[in-house]
């Protein structure tokens, strides 16, 4: 493996995977930002996530899906990042509230937690902040 990787085309398809990876990352932050300028402040982001949560809780939706897989949640995963980029990071006293021994990141944005929990996969959780916690510039 090692001489196949000093080869040209070695270094070539080194470049190619690496560089596939750097375009999907680009790709990720130029949709938050348009997001964020578009959905950044409270009321059209909470508008927005209604739309979000009423889509995935629908019936047509998860049957769709439940006879051949898990329903896909790509757009939970999309709101995780954005809250990641544009939200706050969680002190000690939120990740003891929210968080759990399957957490692994948690930041919270407009009045809802994020979380990615790991297992046997990955599942992104949002949880709705009690009033104690929104004394955040949410």
Same mark, same amino acid.
Not at 107 to 118: D, K, S
Not at 120 to 127: A, E, F, M
């Given at each position: 493996?090692?001489? !196949? &990787?000093?080869?040209?085309?070695?270094?070539?398809?080194? +470049?190619? !995977?690496? %560089?596939?990876?750097?375009?999907?990352?680009?790709?990720?932050?130029?949709?938050?930002?348009?997001f964020?300028?578009k959905? %950044?402040?409270?009321?059209?982001?909470?508008?927005?996530?209604?739309?979000?949560?009423?889509?995935?809780?629908?019936? +047509?939706?998860?049957?769709?899906?439940?006879e051949?897989?898990?329903?896909?949640?790509? &757009?939970?995963?999309? /709101?995780?990042?954005?809250?990641?980029?544009? %939200?706050?990071?969680c002190?000690?006293?939120?990740?003891?509230?929210? %968080?759990?021994m !399957?957490?692994?990141e /948690?930041?919270?944005?407009?009045?809802?937690? !994020?979380?990615?929990?790991?297992g046997?996969?990955?599942?992104?959780?949002?949880?709705k902040?009690d009033?104690?916690?929104?004394?955040?510039?949410?």
């Open positions: 493996m090692k001489d !196949f &990787l000093d080869t040209e085309e070695g270094k070539k398809s080194l +470049e190619d !995977f690496f %560089g596939g990876i750097q375009r999907k990352e680009d790709m990720l932050n130029s949709q938050l930002d348009r964020h300028a959905c %950044g402040d409270k009321e059209s982001f909470l508008e927005f996530f209604k739309k979000v949560e009423a889509k995935y809780d629908s019936i +047509e939706y998860q049957e769709r899906y439940w051949d897989s898990e329903p896909e949640y790509a &757009l939970h995963w999309f /709101l995780f990042e954005y809250a990641k980029k544009y %939200g706050n990071s002190d000690d006293a939120e990740w003891s509230k929210y %968080g759990n !399957f957490t692994g /948690l930041f919270q944005v407009h009045g809802y937690y !994020f979380q990615v929990m790991n046997q996969g990955s599942v992104i959780r949002i949880d902040a009033d104690e916690f929104l004394n955040y510039n949410i």
